[in-house]
T-cell receptor, first 111, second 113 residues
Framework: QKEVEQNSGPLSVPEGAIASLNCTYSDRGSQSFFWYRQYSGKSPELIMFIYSNGDKEDGRFTAQLNKASQYVSLLIRDSQPSDSATYLC???????????FGTGTQLKVEL | DADVTQTPRNRITKTGKRIMLECSQTKGHDRMYWYRQDPGLGLRLIYYSFDVKDINKGEISDGYSVSRQAQAKFSLSLESAIPNQTALYFCATGGTGTYNEQFFGPGTRLTVL
């Protein structure tokens, strides 16, 4: 079992809809979680991190963390074609020294 | 100027050649990391360093070595490149703050023939 798991997708949503991206993790000691956006051929770009149970909002993005169920999600409201990318979930593991990444979910926002 | 730079950006080489990938940063971060990315396998950690005197192996260090020449510079070497080392390589930096977020360089696309 991978430490951080994501559905590879692709997840297709129409423009203007809410995209919901999910991630589960196996290490209960993980303390903080990160969402990166990666366009094809480009480097990962940090868009949000969360460390407390509940929701954290930043513009059109909301990260949600449920430590009891060991999942993290990212909601993107009013999805735009420019949001089409692969979204990587990462967890801080190994006593806090490293990030472990999921394999990413490809999001396609269709006109 | 970019905070994290990598050179070269693209490299094609032959099996058995020695290759060095270089990373420099101006973010003032102590922690630096090397990852490779392969389709379907995601980002995998090769080596990481928390300061000039601290080097640690990641999950896939075999066939690779690193050098931390200064706080701002971290190089990855492939002593004898093989075709299954063809991948996208990323350098990342991170501070020592509470959340350990990492920031990535633009990547090096390496092809070993």
């Amino acid at each position: 079992q991978k430490e951080v798991e994501q559905n590879s997708g692709p997840l297709s949503v129409p423009e203007g809809a809410i995209a919901s991206l999910n991630c589960t993790y196996s290490d209960r000691g993980s303390q903080s979680f990160f969402w990166y956006r990666q366009y094809s051929g480009k480097s990962p770009e940090l868009i949000m991190f969360i460390y407390s149970n509940g929701d954290k909002e930043d513009g059109r993005f909301t990260a949600q963390l449920n430590k009891a169920s060991q999942y993290v999600s990212l909601l993107i409201r009013d999805s735009q074609p420019s949001d089409s990318a692969t979204y990587l979930c990462a967890a801080r593991t190994g006593g806090g020294n490293k990030l472990t990444f999921g394999t990413g979910t490809q999001l396609k926002v269709e006109l | 100027d970019a905070d994290v730079t990598q050179t070269p950006r693209n490299r094609i080489t032959k099996t058995g050649k020695r290759i060095m990938l270089e990373c420099s940063q101006t973010k003032g971060h102590d922690r630096m990391y090397w990852y490779r990315q392969d389709p379907g396998l995601g980002l995998r950690l090769i080596y990481y360093s928390f300061d000039v005197k601290d080097i640690n192996k990641g999950e896939i260090s075999d066939g690779y070595s690193v050098s931390r020449q200064a706080q701002a510079k971290f190089s990855l070497s492939l002593e004898s490149a093989i075709p299954n080392q063809t991948a996208l390589y990323f350098c990342a930096t991170g501070g020592t703050g509470t959340y350990n977020e990492q920031f990535f360089g633009p990547g090096t696309r390496l092809t070993v023939l």
